[in-house]
Each structure stands twice: as structure tokens, then as C-alpha cells.
């Protein structure tokens, strides 16, 4: 079936539950894990259950229908999941709640295994690839109050045209591209998002319009690896050239030109496949904004060896450097991981080395996570876990440091700062965010949320500034 004539079959099972709900006043609770793509599938989420006539809320004690997208890229988030449905047992007991759980984890068999056998009162089980059809699964356990398990292991299709519930009204999201075909030795995304998949162009050109119109000034373009936008396989033969864009560098560019927007980010690049084109468009595009989540990982030309990151320390420094040079006031954010297989105390220093010279804005740091089904998690000399957690603390110190005497450099000057609404700390006080992503709370007229305004930056905490108008 064409992909659209799904759509249109999932829109009538939208009509259908809807009309089976009327009049209940019915409510939905999600929890969302994960990265910012899950955070978009769940936007589509709301988008259809909003459609099927549940309302939100934020009490699952409540809700007619509980969901979960999940996320597995690390340990911790099982124990979540599995702690929040031991919570609901009693609540479905009491009230027949319709569970419902998505995302990454659940491409994984040990997981469902586990809730089938320990938690079998969960009603609907989807992956990453079915997320489409959750209008039609959400029918079938209505009417026949069966069970429903709906993942598939074969790559999904791209779907277009499904309803979408923002959770912002300035900001969005506007995913580009599916999956991953990197394959780093430590990381599961690959195995539970499947083969890197592109949007047309067309589509997201049409988004990303629609979002200006609607008054939205900042999307972030989202992707396990936004720089092979368009260079896989399912385009190469069809020549794909939609008003000249064939490339990640001159979708930028046609996204730079369209009024309204005012900001544009992406997430993540991958320093493989950062070439010339890119930082050109970086560069020569006033509205891209120059901060540049680049992930590291790891310091170490060996580490990155055993990780399969296909560059080198020297690579990514030199890099770094040629960005630097071509894109005037540059800061770059990373990610890193600490006691991956094998990392020496060496490799370790390395790691500190690197971050000591490109002086992050910004770094997500991670401690080592074996996920089952991972090259990574079979390697010997695996790191015992005190040596990761000192590792850790010990990058954390010199991150902080860093970013403690960079803050400095932002007092007495002018940033553009675009205005989220009122601080959630203190709600006499404004908050919003510089170019960089850097936090900046203010007193000023409430009429300023949804501005870019000129603020003076007064003083500088860790994790915020302070500005004046
Ligand atoms: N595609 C993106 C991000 C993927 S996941 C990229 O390549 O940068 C987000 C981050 O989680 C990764 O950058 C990595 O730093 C971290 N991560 C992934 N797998 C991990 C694991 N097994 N243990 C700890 N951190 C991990
Ligand atoms: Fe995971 Fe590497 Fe793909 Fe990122 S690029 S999602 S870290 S395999
Ligand atoms: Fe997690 Fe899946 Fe994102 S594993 S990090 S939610 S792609």
C-alpha cells in the first residue's frame, strides 16, 4: 500500500475511535524517554490521540489511557519504565486504563518478553516503525478488548501527513531524517530505528512554512546523523534535485530563506560526514545559529577505533580548527563518553586533552552503558564501574570550570536572546535563550515572550545569565 493511502486508513480509525468516545470526556497521560526525535514522535502521538478526542493530562492517576515512548540508548531508562508500570497496576485495576507502550525499547525482544511475563496487563505494545498506526491498534483494543502487539523489525516507510500537537508555539521540531547506518560499536539506535531513511524535501520545505505562517521563529532539524540527509541509498538512483536541494548544506540554505524563521539548529551531525558545503552554509546562512553540537565521544584515536567513529583525535581538532576559522564566533557542544570498553587511563587523558583545547560551550557527558546486542557490550576489558564514576567526575570538573570562565566572557555584552515566557524559578522574571542556547533570565514586560530582543548580560551563574534591557 502507498504510504499515503495508509495515512488515509490511519485517519479513518482516528474518526472511529473518535466516535466511539464521544461524549466520555475521556483523558491521556504520556511520558516521553529519550532524545529529541522521540520527543517529535510524541508530538505526533498527542496529534492523533488529541484527533481521537482524549484530553491531556498531567496525572495518570486520571487518565483513560496511558502511554509510554520509550528510549533505550542507556540502562537507566528500563528501570523507569518498569517501575512506572509496576505503579499503574493498581490504577488499571481500579479504573480498566488502556496501557500503551512505544519507541526504541520496544524493537528490543528481551524487553517485551519481560512485559509480557511480568506485566501482562499492558494492552498495546508499538515500535519505532508502526508509531503511524497507533489510531488502528488503539481501535482493535477498544473494540475487542484484546491485546495488541504491533512491531516490526523490517524498516519503516516514511509517513507524511499525520496530525501533529506541538508543545511549544515558537519552537519546533522538524525531523529529516530516520535511522542510522553508523553502526558505533556502543550504541543501539541502529538496531531499534533501522536504515537511515530521508524525508522529500518537498515535505519538509512545506513544514517548515507552515510553522512560520503559524508563527514558530525557531526550528531545531532533527537526525541521528543530519549530514548524510539525502545521500542514502533510497534517493540515489532518483536524482532527487526539489529547487536545488540534493544535499544536507542546501536544505540549510532553502530553510535559511524562508520569512518569518528566525533561528535555525540541527541536531546531531556526525564529524565524518561534516564536509566544506556545510560549513559554508553555516557560515554564509545568518539565521543558522553558530552553535554546533559536535559529538566526540571520545578523545582517544584508539577508543574511537573500537567505537567505529571513522576519525581520528587529530581529525576532529583539525576539523574543529577549520571550523572555527570559516565561521566567525563559532561554539561547538558535544557528547562524550567515559569508560567505553578498553578505555585506558591514557585514553581517558586524551578525552580531558580535547575538551581542554576546543573549550566546549557545552558537553553532554555519559557514563558507559553495555547495551545488550552491541559489538561494544562483547568486548573484553570492560571498565569496572568505580573507574567510570571517578572518570566522570573528573571530566565533569574541568566541563565545569570551562564553562564557569566562558560564562565570564559573556558579561557586558549584547546578546540576542529570543523570549520563552515567564522563568518557571521565578515567574516575576523572563527567560530565554542567546544564539548559543545559553539560558538568560530578565525583568521585563510580559508582552516580550516570542520576541528576539537586545539584552545587556549583567552576570553570569552556571547553568544561566543574567541580563537588562
Ligand atoms: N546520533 C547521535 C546521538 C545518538 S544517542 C550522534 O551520533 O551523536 C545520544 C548520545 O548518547 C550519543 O551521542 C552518545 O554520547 C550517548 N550514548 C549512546 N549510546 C550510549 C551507551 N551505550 N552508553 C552511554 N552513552 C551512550
Ligand atoms: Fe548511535 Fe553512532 Fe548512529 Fe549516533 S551515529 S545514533 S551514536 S550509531
Ligand atoms: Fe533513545 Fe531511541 Fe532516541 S534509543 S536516544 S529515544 S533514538
Not at 136 to 153: C, F, P, R
Not at 251 to 280: C, W
Not at 396 to 425: C, D, M, R, W
Request: aromatic content about 8%.
Amino acid at each position: 500500500m502507498e504510504t499515503s493511502q495508509e495515512i488515509e486508513k490511519q485517519k479513518q480509525y482516528i474518526e472511529k475511535v473518535k466516535e466511539a468516545n464521544k461524549g466520555k470526556n475521556l483523558k491521556y497521560y504520556i511520558l516521553t524517554m529519550g532524545c529529541q526525535l522521540n520527543e517529535n514522535d510524541s508530538e505526533k502521538l498527542c496529534g492523533m490521540i488529541e484527533e481521537m478526542g482524549y484530553a491531556k493530562t498531567e496525572q495518570y492517576q486520571e487518565a483513560d489511557l496511558v502511554l509510554f515512548n520509550t528510549c533505550c540508548v542507556r540502562e537507566n531508562a528500563e528501570d523507569k519504565l518498569f517501575g512506572k508500570l509496576g505503579e499503574l497496576k493498581r490504577v488499571k485495576e481500579q479504573k480498566g486504563t488502556i496501557i500503551a507502550i512505544g519507541g526504541c525499547m520496544m524493537q528490543e525482544k528481551h524487553i517485551t518478553d519481560k512485559i509480557h511475563e511480568s506485566y501482562p496487563y499492558t494492552d498495546i505494545i508499538f515500535g519505532t516503525h508502526t508509531l503511524h498506526k497507533f489510531p488502528e491498534d488503539l481501535y482493535k483494543t477498544i473494540q475487542s478488548k484484546t491485546k495488541m502487539q504491533d512491531v516490526l523489525d523490517i524498516d519503516g516507510e516514511v509517513y507524511e501527513g499525520l496530525p501533529i500537537k506541538r508543545t511549544s508555539n515558537i519552537k519546533a521540531s522538524v525531523t529529516i531524517m530516520y535511522g542510522c547506518n553508523n553502526f558505533c560499536t556502543y550504541c543501539i539506535v541502529p538496531y531499534v530505528r533501522g536504515r537511515e531513511r530521508s524525508r522529500h524535501p518537498k515535505d519538509i520545505l512545506e513544514e517548515v512554512e507552515q510553522l512560520a505562517k503559524e508563527g514558530y521563529k525557531e526550528i531545531t532539524l532533527l537526525g541521528q546523523n543530519v549530514n548524510s540527509y539525502l545521500i542514502v541509498e533510497q534517493w540515489k538512483e532518483k536524482n532527487i534535485d526539489y529547487q536545488g536541494i540534493n544535499s544536507f548544506a542546501t536544505l540549510l540554505r532553502a530553510i535559511n530563506k524562508i520569512d518569518g524563521i528566525e533561528r535555525i539548529r540541527f541536531v546531531s551531525p556526525h564529524p565524518k560526514d561534516f564536509t566544506d558545503d556545510v560549513i559554508d552554509a553555516i557560515a554564509e546562512c545568518e539565521k543558522v545559529c553558530k552553535l554546533v553540537h559536535l559529538p566526540l565521544q571520545s578523545g582517544s584515536t584508539n577508543v574511537l577505533k573500537r567505537m567505529n567513529r571513522k576519525y581520528t583525535k587529530e581529525q576532529y581538532i583539525e576539523l574543529v580548527d577549520k571550523m572555527k576559522s570559516r565561521i566567525p564566533n563559532l561554539t561547538l557542544s558535544t557528547d562524550i563518553i567515559v569508560g567505553f570498553a578498553g578505555e585506558t587511563e591514557e585514553d581517558f587523558e586524551d578525552t580531558l586533552d580535547v575538551v581542554k583545547k576546543v573549550c566546549f560551550e557545552q558537553v553532554y557527558m555519559f557514563i558507559y552503558s553495555r547495551r545488550v546486542g552491541t559489538p561494544g557490550d562483547k568486548m573484553p576489558d570492560q571498565i569496572p564501574e568505580e573507574i567510570k564514576h571517578e572518570r566522570f567526575n573528573k571530566l565533569k570538573e574541568l566541563v565545569e570550570s570551562q564553562i564557569e570562565e566562558n560564562n565570564q566572557k559573556y558579561v557586558g555584552t549584547i546578546q540576542k536572546v529570543l523570549v520563552e515566557g515567564p522563568s518557571k524559578n521565578n515567574p516575576e522574571l523572563l527567560t530565554g535563550r542567546t544564539d548559543s542556547n545559553k539560558v538568560v533570565i530578565f525583568e521585563g514586560p510580559a508582552e516580550l515572550k516570542d520576541k528576539i530582543i537586545d539584552l545587556k548580560i549583567v552576570s553570569e551563574h552556571m547553568w544561566y545569565l543574567k541580563g537588562e534591557i
